[in-house]
């Protein structure tokens, strides 16, 4: 089975950066996920990590240590519209989800 | 290019009634996939399918669920004899391979409240 653990919640202010942690435990491992979702819609995909190492992509980052089944989402440079919940995934075509973190950017 | 279409967004249903759930996933894409999300929890795997083809129904409770992706039309999620409990939002997502090779394209979801 899987488990996969993330914070509940995080805040943090405009122009801030924060840092989701993710770790998980597998009884396989094909891939690890980020997604957004805003309240109401659509998770939205964000990265995607097989290799360990960091994976840049604008504003956000993905790293992944397979030794360790942690992973971490880093938001750069955070903007109001990034406040949305955050989803941790992992397996392939049956991703199995956290609970995902809820991040609020105060001004 | 469309995303993937869920219809209805919001369906509301008394007990005992049928609920199905509709998605036509993204424009060449021939695979999809139905995530269950109840409030306060993380998105749970309920079923993948390819046209005609059920591959993996692991997370489809045994009873009252069933799902459809006819060679024509969109895919179909069915509760029959609904519950409370089977309130919750639920997510068809596709992609054009198996997840493998990229990631899932979501639906806005199609909430669906029993009273």
């Known amino acids: 089975g899987q488990n996969i653990d993330q914070p509940t919640e995080m805040t943090a202010t405009e122009g801030a950066i924060v840092q989701i942690n993710c770790t998980y435990q597998t009884s396989g491992f094909n891939g690890l996920f980020w997604y957004q979702q805003h309240a109401g819609e659509a998770p939205t995909f964000l990265s995607y990590n097989v290799l360990d190492g960091l994976e840049e992509k604008g504003r956000f980052s993905s790293f992944l240590s397979r030794s360790k089944g942690y992973s971490y989402l880093l938001l750069k440079e955070l903007q109001m519209k990034d406040s949305a919940s955050y989803l941790c995934a992992v397996g392939d075509y049956k991703l199995s989800f956290g609970a995902g973190t809820t991040v609020t950017v105060r001004a | 290019n469309a995303g993937v279409m869920q219809n209805p967004r919001h369906l509301v249903r008394r007990r005992g009634q049928e609920a199905r759930l509709r998605c036509s996933p993204m424009k060449g894409h021939s695979h999809v996939y139905w995530y269950r999300q109840l409030p306060e929890e993380g998105l749970k795997f309920m079923v993948y399918?390819?046209?005609?083809?059920?591959?993996?129904e692991s997370g489809m409770p045994k009873e009252r669920f069933s799902a459809e992706f006819p060679k024509e039309g969109p895919s179909i999620l069915r509760i029959q004899q609904v519950v409370r409990g089977d309130s919750a939002a639920y997510f068809c997502?596709?992609?054009?391979?198996?997840?493998?090779?990229?990631?899932?394209?979501f639906g806005e979801g199609s909430r669906l409240t029993v009273l």
């Open positions: 399918l390819q046209k005609e083809n059920i591959i993996d």
């Open positions: 997502a596709s992609s054009p391979t198996d997840i493998r090779a990229g990631e899932l394209f």
